[in-house]
């Protein structure tokens, strides 16, 4: 008889939540099933950063990291939006003499 190996390939998904969430509310599927409807919404651009910080109970800042860990961009622009931007505040600082 003839053996199939097979290799299971697995991922681990790590969701940090803010102290006040307790272990409890941690094993509620509510809550997990929540948090990952809100990173979906986040990386389809369906809410803003803003709303997703709201939702989860947590700062901006705390959502940057996490943004980071679930290789979601922070900052998403296309090269033309960002040579736009990159321009718009070249020309503020010449204007207010910083450059």
Do not use: Y
């Not at 290799?7 to 939540?17: D, G, P, T, Y």
């Not at 389809?44 to 679930?70: C, H, P, V, W, Y």
């Not at 033309?80 to 931007?85: P, S």
Request: aromatic letters at 6%.
């Amino acid at each position: 008889m003839k053996q199939i190996e097979h290799k299971v390939i697995s991922r681990k998904l790590v969701l940090e939540f803010p102290e006040e969430i307790s272990e409890k509310d941690l094993e509620n599927e509510e809550v997990q099933r929540r948090s990952k409807e809100v990173f979906e919404l986040l990386r389809k651009k369906k809410i803003s950063q803003r709303k997703a910080a709201e939702l989860l109970g947590i700062t901006r800042n705390e959502l940057f990291d996490l943004m980071a860990k679930f290789d979601i961009p922070v900052i998403d622009m296309s090269e033309e939006e960002l040579k736009k931007e990159l321009a718009k505040n070249f020309e503020r600082g010449e204007r207010d003499g910083l450059n």
